[in-house]
C-alpha cells in the first residue's frame, strides 16, 4: 500500500502553458476587434476553455450564436495547438522534475488534475508522461473546479483515500477544489492569491526534501 497520492495541475505548475493559452486568446480577441491583456487572462486560470470563451465575450461586450461560439472555441484550441506543438523538455518548471523522480523513488501514486484538454500530449511533449499512474483532465471531468471532481477521480484511480491525497495548484479555483476534497492543498504561486492553501511556495524550487518526506509520513 502506497503512503499518499501526489495530484499535480499542469498548467503553471509543471509547465508553464499559460502564455500560449493568453496568445491564442489574445488573438481571438484582436480578431473580434478588441485588446486583452495578460491582468485579464489571470481571470481565465484554472478554467474551462467554455468558461473564458463566455468572459472574452463578456469583456468584448459581443453576442454570439451557437455555431459562432462552437467556431471560436474550435479556433483558440487550433491556435493553441500550434503553439504547444514546440513544446520540449525545456519548458517544464524549475525542479518539478526533481520532486517527480523523488516521488516515483519514494513508490508514491502520482496523478495528473487539469482542466486542460492536452494535458497528455503537452507531458508527452515534455517527456514527463512515464512518471504519472493516472491522467484526469479536461476530458474525463463534466465540472470545472472549485467543484472537486477532477480531484476525487485521480484518488479513485489510484485507490487512495482523499485525505491521503496532496494537491499542487497555482489557481484559486484549485485550491478550493482541493480543500473541498479534503486533501491537502499547496499552493504554486503568489500566497496573497493561494492564501487559502495549507501550504504555499512561490515555485518547486523553495520546497525542501525535507518537507516532501513529512507530507510523505504525516
Known amino acids: 500500500m502506497k503512503d499518499k497520492a501526489f495530484i499535480f495541475d499542469l498548467d503553471g505548475v509543471i509547465v508553464d502553458t499559460a502564455k500560449y493559452h493568453y496568445l491564442a486568446w489574445k488573438k481571438l480577441a484582436n480578431e473580434l476587434g478588441f485588446e486583452f491583456t495578460e491582468e485579464q487572462n489571470e481571470m481565465f486560470k484554472g478554467v474551462s476553455r467554455k468558461r473564458c ?44 522534475k526533481k520532486v517527480l523522480k523523488y516521488l516515483k523513488k519514494k513508490d508514491q501514486s502520482i496523478a495528473l488534475g487539469s482542466a486542460s484538454k492536452n494535458a497528455q500530449p503537452i507531458l508527452e511533449k515534455v517527456g514527463l508522461l512515464p512518471y504519472f499512474e493516472s491522467i484526469v483532465d479536461g476530458n474525463s471531468v463534466t465540472k470545472a473546479k472549485p467543484d472537486p471532481e477532477v480531484f476525487l477521480i485521480a484518488a479513485k484511480d489510484l485507490k487512495m483515500k482523499p485525505e491521503d491525497c496532496i494537491v499542487f495548484e497555482d489557481s484559486v479555483a484549485g485550491i478550493q477544489a482541493a480543500n473541498i476534497a479534503n486533501m491537502v492543498s499547496i499552493g504554486i504561486g503568489d500566497e496573497k492569491v493561494l492564501h487559502e492553501a495549507d501550504y504555499n511556495f512561490k515555485d518547486f524550487t523553495e520546497m525542501k526534501k525535507k518537507f516532501i518526506k513529512k507530507l510523505i509520513k504525516e
Open 53 to 96: 470563451l463566455e468572459i472574452l465575450l463578456d469583456l468584448g461586450n459581443i453576442e454570439a450564436s451557437q455555431e459562432q461560439f462552437d467556431r471560436w472555441m474550435v479556433e483558440k484550441n487550433e491556435d493553441y495547438l500550434t503553439y504547444i506543438e514546440k513544446m520540449d523538455e525545456s519548458e517544464i518548471l524549475p525542479k518539478v
